[in-house]
């Protein structure tokens, strides 16, 4: 079964909407959790590493204030892209996973901004 | 220069073939390798870890040569279920955490 749950799957929503992601390791404590956005037919890119009890670490063009990434706990992570606008449309996907373990990957949330 | 860098393909392959997918990395620094499958509009999915020892799994077979920093996949027998993107994805410790890198992903096509 998953052991990493996203949520939504999927959300439709007018331009200027801020939308939350949130990420859940089912059933173990994630060290470290990431964020990814994936646009049609590229491959994945990482747009922050969210560390429990931390500030996230963004990639460079990530902006910050854009993408808020709240890590509360070892087993919840949440992305909320704000203020979204069409250009925000993509593929989110999130990983957590254990020290130099492979990550798992949440089933990814489709957002499409109109 | 890429990361990770990984032939796009496509790879259209005959089922019952062997194909190879080759992977390498830039960073000496990696410390993890493996190999996931994504299917279309899916998320990643782990295929299996690669050691330098070399590990095989079914009809999946992933090598790692870390001179040559130099990473891949053999798959043998191809299965019309085994069309996927391939990624190659390798964990780096920077910065005092981890951080996964991706390929842009190798795409097969396996045919009847």
């Known amino acids: 079964g998953a052991v990493v749950s996203q949520h939504p799957s999927r959300v439709i929503c007018k331009s200027g909407t801020s939308v939350k992601i949130e990420c859940r390791s089912l059933?173990?404590?994630?060290?470290?959790m990431f964020w990814y956005r994936q646009f049609p037919k590229q491959s994945l890119m990482l747009m922050a590493t969210?560390?429990?009890?931390?500030?996230?670490?963004?990639e460079q063009g990530v902006e910050k204030d854009k993408f808020l990434i709240n890590h509360a706990s070892l087993t919840l992570s949440t992305l909320t892209v704000t203020s979204a606008h069409p250009e925000d449309s993509s593929f989110y996907i999130c990983?957590?996973?254990?020290?130099?373990?492979?990550?798992?990957f949440g089933d990814g949330t489709r957002l499409s901004i109109l | 220069r890429k990361e990770v860098e990984q032939d796009p393909g496509p790879f259209n392959v005959p089922e019952g073939a062997t194909v190879a997918f080759n992977c390498t990395y830039s960073?000496?620094?990696?410390?993890?390798f493996f190999w996931y499958r994504q299917d279309c509009r899916k998320e990643p999915k782990l295929l299996m870890s690669?050691?330098?020892s070399g590990n095989e799994d079914g009809r999946f077979t992933a090598q790692l040569n870390r001179a040559s920093q130099y990473i891949s996949l053999l798959i043998r027998d191809s299965k019309l279920s085994d069309s996927a993107t391939y990624l190659c994805?390798?964990?780096?410790?920077?910065?005092?955490?981890?951080?996964?890198?991706f390929g842009a992903g190798t795409r097969l096509a396996v045919h009847p």
């Open positions: 969210s560390n429990e009890g931390s500030k996230a670490t963004y």
């Open positions: 990983s957590a996973g254990r020290w130099n373990q492979p990550q798992h």
């Open positions: 960073n000496s620094a990696s410390q993890s």
């Open positions: 994805v390798v964990l780096l410790f920077s910065g005092g955490y981890n951080k996964l890198i």
């Open positions: 690669v050691y330098s």
């Open positions: 059933d173990f404590q994630a060290t470290t």
